[in-house]
């Protein structure tokens, strides 16, 4: 308890006090308490915040909608054996092994304008350079597609061990009752695996919604010229680091704690709901 107390409930009750004063400058600078004036400041501001929260929920969204479906693929076809197995799992695991800042940073040179290998390759088929991450409107969607490719293995895998664990017998017994393979997936695979799949959408969807490295190391402050990839993270940074506003910083830090909370408590009381 007393480590769980040093490690988070200190640091976040710190922060939650910054976010009631005017601190800013130096972290020695004094500083006065001035209630809530910051949370009205920052709920009122439709020109950085709330497009950040746009974006976190675009992100998320987009992100978790994609790895769960692709997860969801490659654990099934990983799930029954097959000649290669072994290394098709080992290929299929990879990009976890990388850290997101290197694989930021790997991708930001294949998605260079000029000299990325993702132009040359479309080159080949007779279409022009894109602008990938230098893009106003593309960056976003090349970010997720990075964020895609490096943890669609990890839902994949929450979702093979539980697919491993799944008794053969309702397969069978559908199987002998004639039902087809989409039928088998639909109302026997699927209802089984529900409290697997909750929990690969519950521990995936938070972490895309804390996602900082990958975006920080593609695009840098501010998240780009435009704050094309700029969500509450990449904000709440720039706030503390580049504008030393600390107490503004940690305003917008505990509206992102309120919101990751209310994502988490929605997602268990539909598990809830449907386990009823």
Do not use: C
């Not at 479309?122 to 893009?135: E, K, M, N, V």
């Not at 593309?138 to 491993?164: E, N």
């Amino acid at each position: 308890m007393t480590f769980v107390a040093a490690l988070l409930v200190f640091p976040l009750a710190w922060t939650g006090y910054l976010s009631l004063t005017d601190a800013e400058g130096s972290v020695r600078a004094e500083s006065e308490f001035i209630g809530l004036q910051n949370y009205l400041d920052v709920l009122s501001d439709t020109e950085r915040f709330w497009p950040a929260v746009g974006r976190t929920a675009a992100f998320t969204g987009v992100a978790l909608l994609f790895e769960v479906v692709l997860g969801m693929a490659i654990a099934l076809l990983l799930w029954r054996p097959f000649k290669g197995q072994k290394w098709v799992r080992v290929a299929v695991l990879l990009p976890l092994v990388a850290t997101p800042v290197a694989v930021g940073m790997m991708w930001r040179l294949i998605f260079d304008p000029n000299i990325g290998l993702a132009n040359q390759l479309l080159g080949w088929f007779g279409i022009g350079p894109q602008p990938w991450l230098a893009g106003q409107y593309t960056a976003l969607p090349t970010t997720i597609f990075i964020d895609v490719w490096q943890w669609t293995p990890m839902v994949a895998l929450i979702l093979l061990a539980g697919l491993t664990s799944l008794s053969d017998e309702p397969q069978e017994a559908a199987r002998i009752d004639g039902a087809s393979t989409w039928q088998r997936f639909r109302h026997v695979t699927l209802p089984l695996l529900a409290p697997t799949l909750t929990v690969a959408i519950l521990l995936r969807g938070i972490d895309a919604l804390k996602t900082f490295d990958i975006l920080y190391a593609t695009k840098g402050r501010g998240g780009g010229s435009f704050h094309e990839v700029e969500t509450l993270n990449v904000y709440a940074y720039g706030l503390s680091f580049d504008y030393n506003e600390y107490g503004v910083s940690s305003t917008v830090l505990i509206l992102f704690f309120l919101i990751i909370i209310g994502a988490m408590w929605a997602l268990t009381a539909r598990r809830k709901e449907a386990e009823r």
